[in-house]
């Protein structure tokens, strides 16, 4: 079946540095990505969608310069989280859609990320 | 707006027995999916059951089926013969179908299943 890899899946940084996580579809060419935010307890929030080759379509409320969204090649996109602050700590998700219908999305493990 | 909701923020069930999850949702979409997933302590979202709005008929898999209700815009889910590995917060999520849309899932608040030996 479809897998998503995401790393890491835990990464502590300092406050004030950047972080990259990087989601790659293993068997598949994964178009769309869509990137979650969750907070404990709680449900995913959608934070972006990024499309293989083009800017990533980011939601309202979601800071663009902080998490920058790569989407450079059909099998990679990653999410860099920006001079990250301890509001950033928190649990990300990425999701692919292998079609344009409803049955192909694979998630990602997710990444919990601690910013001291 | 297209929105899920999930009324019952936690949910228990012994062993072996059935236990029913909620979920009503909004859409002015005629065409559109309905998922429920998994998420174990691991976090890993894992993919339950899935259900065209087309389809009239119930989706089942093995101990997990799904009661559509598309005038009332409710879709539960049923699980029978409870296990221990049931355990886990469960969402329940929409997507419109083809064309106009991004397509991302929107996700409801999730609902906590304890299963009891």
């Known amino acids: 079946g479809a897998v998503v890899s995401q790393h890491p899946s835990r990464v502590i940084c300092k406050s004030g540095t950047s972080v990259k996580i990087e989601c790659r579809s293993l068997?598949?060419?994964?178009?769309?990505m869509f990137w979650y935010r969750q907070f404990p307890k709680q449900s995913l929030m959608l934070m972006a969608t990024?499309?293989?080759?083009?800017?990533?379509?980011?939601e309202q409320g979601v800071e663009k310069d902080k998490f920058l969204i790569n989407h450079a090649s059909l099998t990679l996109s990653t999410l860099t989280v920006t001079s990250a602050h301890p509001e950033d700590s928190s649990f990300y998700i990425c999701?692919?859609?292998?079609?344009?219908?409803?049955?192909?999305?694979?998630f990602g493990s997710g990444t919990r990320l601690t910013v001291v | 707006a297209q929105t899920v909701t999930q009324s019952q923020p936690e949910m228990s069930v012994q062993e072996a027995e059935t236990v029913t999850l909620s979920c009503t949702y909004d859409?002015?979409?005629?065409?559109?999916?309905l998922f429920w997933y998994k998420q174990p302590p691991s976090r890993q979202m894992i993919l339950v059951i899935r259900?065209?709005?087309?389809?009239?008929q119930n989706a089942t898999e093995n101990r997990f089926s799904v009661n559509f209700q598309k005038a009332a815009k409710s879709f539960s889910l049923k699980i029978s013969d409870s296990q221990l590995g049931d355990a886990a917060m469960y969402f329940c999520?929409?997507?419109?179908?083809?064309?106009?849309?991004?397509?991302?899932?929107?996700f409801g608040k999730g609902t906590k299943l304890s299963v009891k030996p």
């Open positions: 859409t002015s979409e005629s065409d559109y999916y």
């Open positions: 999701s692919a859609r292998m079609d344009r219908g409803g049955y192909g999305y694979t």
């Open positions: 068997d598949f060419q994964a178009t769309t």
């Open positions: 999520a929409l997507t419109p179908g083809y064309g106009g849309s991004q397509g991302n899932l929107i």
């Open positions: 990024s499309n293989e080759g083009s800017k990533a379509t980011y």
């Open positions: 259900q065209e709005a087309y389809k009239q």
